[in-house]
């Protein structure tokens, strides 16, 4: 993809990242994958989240602007995450990510559908945005990143698609969150990139800290939780083996 604008660049591999939402939810839709093999995935995908956090994104926005403009993006990203996060979860969409909890349905709570796809989409934007601020100095992706960002989003589609089937929604409402939210990840993606041309260092690393606190925030509140109610003590462990893979990719393509 060298022949493409960066920006561009940075637009298709946030679909890249996002189309595995798709994935997910294809497999939590038409199969019936075990709550424990679910769990096990969220807790891998945490895992290497969170090394994409500390050794590609705060990093690398400390580097760019210094603590404070990074601990105040930092900050602001995980406040501002957990406030619209427990908004949608008084409107329905406090299970959106659970397989094994039953999702409100359209007639058990008015506008619980709506709040989901929000849900997920303020899980997946941060995400994208990440991708494409990350490629304004080097003009090539962070693999590591797009391979975190894949694998989270993973079980993040099927534990929620299997959700969404259990309330009675169907495949035309599921399909159409998803395969929306992941074109939404392409768009923010290069719009993270097209808007951080020209701005100072320290409001491009308080950028990047802000999407790595949403995210931090994100795995908190909804994928861990997930993790450990089903996976339980075995939870720890793979989120070890996740975050050491993301480590060696980092430190072999760094």
């Known amino acids: 993809m060298t022949a493409l604008p960066v920006w561009l660049q940075a637009g298709v591999w946030g679909l890249v990242a996002g189309s595995a939402l798709v994935i997910g939810a294809v497999a939590g839709y038409f199969t019936r994958i075990p709550h424990r093999v679910i769990a ?33 993006g930092f900050f602001v990203g995980a406040a501002i995450f957990t406030g619209a996060n427990l908004y949608l979860a008084h409107r329905g969409a406090a299970a959106r990510k659970l397989s094994g909890q039953q999702q409100p349905s359209e007639t058990e709570e008015h506008g619980s559908g709506l709040a989901i796809a929000l849900g997920a989409l303020i899980d997946g934007i941060p995400e994208a945005i990440v991708i494409g601020v990350s490629m304004i100095a080097s003009k090539t992706v962070s693999m590591v ?98 975050f050491l893979a993301a480590f060696y990719l980092s430190k072999i393509s760094g």
């Open 40 to 72: 096990s995935i969220m807790a891998l995908g945490s895992g290497v989240l969170i090394a994409a956090l500390s050794f590609d994104l705060v990093d690398e926005a400390h580097k760019r602007g210094g603590f404070l403009a990074s601990a105040v």
């Open 145 to 242: 990143a797009v391979i975190a960002i894949f694998l989270s989003n993973i079980p993040e589609g099927l534990s929620s698609a299997a959700g969404m089937k259990r309330a009675g929604r169907t495949a035309w409402y599921v399909f159409g969150v998803w395969g929306g939210i992941a074109i939404v990840n392409g768009v923010a993606a290069a719009l993270g990139n097209l808007l951080s041309i020209g701005l100072s260092e320290q409001v491009i690393a308080a950028t990047m800290a802000l999407a790595a606190g949403a995210i931090l925030a994100m795995l908190v509140d909804t994928m861990i939780p997930e993790a450990f109610e089903v996976a339980q003590h075995y939870a720890g462990i793979i989120a070890v083996i996740g």
